[in-house]
T-cell receptor, first 113, second 114 residues
Framework: DVKVTQSSRYLVKRTGEKVFLECVQD?????MFWYRQDPGLGLRLIYF???????EKGDIPEGYSVSREKKERFSLILESASTNQTSMYLC????????????FGQGTRLTVV | DQQVKQNSPSLSVQEGRISILNCDYT??????FLWYKKYPAEGPTFLIS?????DKNEDGRFTVFLNKSAKHLSLHIVPSQPGDSAVYFC?????????????FGTGTRLTIIP
């Protein structure tokens, strides 16, 4: 059974803290993605990576950075958390090419206070 | 600039009837389209997909139609069941020099009325 695992279901952090969200996949997928979901705005792409050490900005990268040191792990970093980064964060992975779908983790509900 | 749009935030359908969810896109470079279903506090799960070279794909109760000239796709669910109540997202894939980017719409909340 394929799996994308996010390190936490719920997180509460203080404004200004550095926050790490971890995602691990066991499908040997090349592509990995970080999205945030907010009411009325759908899933917005923050960053994605198509290979180890490669990263591309998505539609809303400001205030975030990412790291992909190993193929199976893709980390999202909030350098200095702010209240407007309170959201549901979703990680996904996808194989390259063909009729391949993306698989999602269970999501991390982050609250910044 | 929203490249994938779902203009109906919500839809209510009687159990047993057909549910039709719509999605429009602007980028003609999208080569693959997918539909996902999401329950609260869970990650989205894949439902069905279609390549840009096809106009229809069917899987059980779910059928996706693609109209490339109109840049429009739709998901048909028939017959609708109470367990279909969820938020549905359409997504589109674009490939650029080996990068594969997946862009999602804003979602449509489907409620099936028993």
């Amino acid at each position: 059974d394929v799996k994308v695992t996010q390190s936490s279901r719920y997180l509460v952090k203080r404004t200004g803290e550095k926050v790490f969200l971890e995602c691990v996949q066991d499908m040997d997928h090349e592509n990995m993605f970080w999205y945030r979901q907010d009411p009325g705005l759908g899933l917005r792409l923050i960053y994605f990576s198509y290979d180890v050490k490669m990263k591309e900005k998505g539609d809303i990268p400001e205030g975030y950075s990412v790291s992909r040191e190993k193929k199976e792990r893709f980390s999202l970093i909030l350098e200095s958390a702010s209240t407007n980064q309170t959201s549901m964060y979703l990680c996904a992975s996808m194989g390259r090419g063909g009729s391949r779908e993306a698989f999602f983790g269970q999501g991390t509900r982050l609250t910044v206070v | 600039d929203q490249q994938v749009k779902q203009n109906s935030p919500s839809l209510s359908v009687q159990e047993g009837r057909i549910s039709i969810l719509n999605c429009d896109y602007t980028n003609s470079m999208f080569d693959y389209f997918l539909w996902y279903k999401k329950y609260p506090a869970e990650g989205p799960t894949f439902l069905i997909s279609i390549s840009s070279i096809k106009d229809k794909n069917e899987d059980g109760r779910f059928t996706v139609f693609l109209n490339k000239s109109a840049k429009h796709l739709s998901l048909h669910i028939v017959p609708s069941q109470p367990g279909d109540s969820a938020v549905y997202f359409c997504a589109a894939r674009a490939t650029n020099f080996g990068n594969e980017k997946l862009t999602f719409g804003t979602g449509t909340r489907l409620t099936i009325i028993p």
